[in-house]
């Protein structure tokens, strides 16, 4: 899945896979990829990447022009199970 955003003028973006959890609302330890990007289309062209777990730490910062960007998550595992996420993107 991807979501987009809009910065609205010069700064920092962090960005957070704050939660994983599954069907039934457990916690999951499930490592996702998570992407900061330009949306294209009906996709997100994606700039970073990188492999994560839920935290409650930035896992992404980069400095921003105004535009509109998106984050893409992504389960790279190999089982089709449902997971469920939250994210948390903020710009001062």
Partial sequence: DF????VTFNGTV????????NDAGVPLARQMRMGLG???GTGCAVTTMID???ALASQIKMTLAPGVYCVN??????TSDSVNFNIRITHP
């Fill in 52 to 54: 994560v777990t839920a």
């Fill in 3 to 6: 979501y987009s955003f809009s």
């Fill in 38 to 40: 330009i949306p294209v």
């Fill in 73 to 78: 998550v992504i389960n790279p595992g190999a």
């Fill in 14 to 21: 962090s960005v957070l896979l704050a939660t994983t959890t």
